[in-house]
């Protein structure tokens, strides 16, 4: 089995997912799909964390680089599942149906294309149960302007690297989820 791989950004944001995630399982059964697990550290903190009746599910785009050390942060918990493969774009995604209460995300929009947050809502409102959630983590824009100097800087830091990447405008998301039968 490979070994965890430690990211920083999990480890500084899980108590303030957390916070919002336990709100929108209270009284739920079903499964939570993340999209862009990554390291699956999210997956590992809140598997002991979760309500009776609900399940993890992993996904990453990168089966190679990352399912192994998903596993490794989630083996001992019998309520999430193996990893499956998920491109935010295709239109079939390998999980979907009537028990899907969540899907989640977490510094993902702004570490992609534009199109993988159009995709991300589409395929959210395909997925979800009636009544289901759309939870998305990272920093946005208001209004076209950043809510702190750093989010400004990580941004100008982001579309250096790639000019598709940035911190995405909540209005824009606001749109898209309007546009899937999603609301903000």
């Known amino acids: ?20 995630l336990e709100g929108l399982l209270e009284g739920r059964n079903g499964t939570v799909l993340e999209v862009a697990s990554g390291s699956g550290q999210h997956a590992g903190h809140f598997a002991p964390l979760l309500p009776d009746g609900v399940v ?5 785009l990168d089966a190679g680089a990352l399912f192994g050390s998903i596993r490794a942060w989630t083996k001992e918990y019998s309520n999430v599942r193996d990893p499956v493969r998920l491109d935010v774009l295709d ?22 294309p534009f ?7 589409r395929g959210a ?5 009636p009544g289901g959630n ?10 076209g302007h950043h809510t702190t100097q750093s989010n400004a800087d990580f941004d100008a830091s982001l579309r ?6 940035g911190v995405r405008n909540l209005n824009d ?12």
């Open 173 to 184: 998301l606001e749109e898209l989820a309007r546009l899937s039968g999603l609301e903000l």
């Open 125 to 129: 409102g395909r997925t979800l149960s």
């Open 134 to 143: 759309l939870a998305i983590y990272g920093p946005f824009k208001i209004d």
């Open 160 to 165: 250096a690297r790639d000019p598709s990447w």
């Open 91 to 112: 239109e079939d995604w390998p999980v979907g149906g009537a028990d899907v209460v969540l899907v989640f995300t977490a510094n993902l929009l702004h570490i992609a």
């Open 1 to 20: 089995m490979a070994d965890k791989q430690h990211w920083g950004a999990p480890e500084r944001n899980k108590l303030a997912i957390w916070g919002v």
């Open 115 to 121: 199109q993988c947050s159009e995709g991300l809502f």
């Open 56 to 60: 993890w599910q992993p996904s990453e």
